[in-house]
């Protein structure tokens, strides 16, 4: 185990084990014959770790974790070479099923809530994580050993909507960038706090504003006025089939997406389209050459079984192909 965070971290509060399978027709009541299960490491922040790690970022993954799938869990990360810190939790890690039926190509994802985690367990894992920090205000020699923070997915149960907003200000104190993908409640709090970015998609901006948010005008003027509120410094909007928007202090550029069909479900492309997105950020691209990495890597992610991810020699193939953004 490392002595220090390294110079990305990402947090996954409500991880999974996440199974994928296929079967040749959904139907009530019948027994279902499925193919071969695939298992992999899941949960927001954990996909975006191990897309983050393929790229080649000096990245870790904390996660809270329990029982026999936590343990799995952490046996798959560890195959793959991702760094990782398990903090225990008494709950079990849950499973997540995800069934792709062939006759029709649509896919059927079952999403369980997640185990109680008490106040206890997540304030031990911040805590631990700033511990590894420099001293709030003291002097530095050189930039923080960590860059940023990649918080990604739900809360479990037992856990306040605050948690995230909480965050926040611990990376403010600490001097690190935080990235943030959820919804709901927790997505209002944190950004009251502020972020460094925030990785909406369109369905839930529109559910957090309570607006239809109908067309490009109006997704500009909604990802700017949360910059210019400083909710976020950085606003990436996902917009499904239509691409994505990105917001910045700079200006706003929006890319359309790549005509690629999901052969195996959409599973984890929006968190293939975050890790490139802060991996070209953190590498010192400017915005509008990130979007395109974010766009190039959540079309690789159609490409790929399950929640195998983006595999990096076709993000590498397909940023080629996206257009340059469109200025807004």
Known sequence: MQTRPAGIVTLTLNPA?????????VAPTHKLRCGPVQRFPGGGGINVARVLHRLGSDVEAWTLAGGAAGAQMGALLAAEGVATRLHPIAGDTRENLSVVETSTGREFRFVLP???????????????????MPEP????????????????????????DTIYADLAHAARRQGVRLALDTSGPALAAALQAGVALV???LRELRELLQQPLEGPADWH???????????????????GEQG???ATPGGTWQAPALPTVAQH???GAGDCFLAALVWALDRGDAPPEA???????????????????????????????????TAL
Do not use: C, N
């Open 17 to 25: 084990l996440d199974l994928a399978t296929t079967t040749a027709q």
């Open 114 to 132: 997640g185990p109680d985690v008490t106040p206890d367990e997540w304030q031990a894992l911040l805590t631990d994580l700033t511990a590894l």
């Open 137 to 160: 205000g003291a002097e530095r020699a050189a930039p923080p050993a960590t860059r940023w923070w990649v918080a990604s997915g739900s809360l479990p149960p037992g856990l306040p």
């Open 199 to 201: 990785k909406p998609s």
């Open 221 to 239: 003027r909604v990802a700017m006025s949360l910059v210019q509120q400083g909710q976020a410094e950085v606003v990436a909007l996902s917009l």
């Open 244 to 246: 994505a928007l990105l």
């Open 265 to 267: 479900g959409t599973t």
């Open 291 to 325: 979007l395109r990495w974010g766009i190039a890597a959540g079309a690789a992610a159609l490409q790929s079984p399950g929640t195998s991810l983006a595999a990096t020699a076709d993000v590498q193939r397909l940023v080629a192909q996206v257009p340059t953004p």
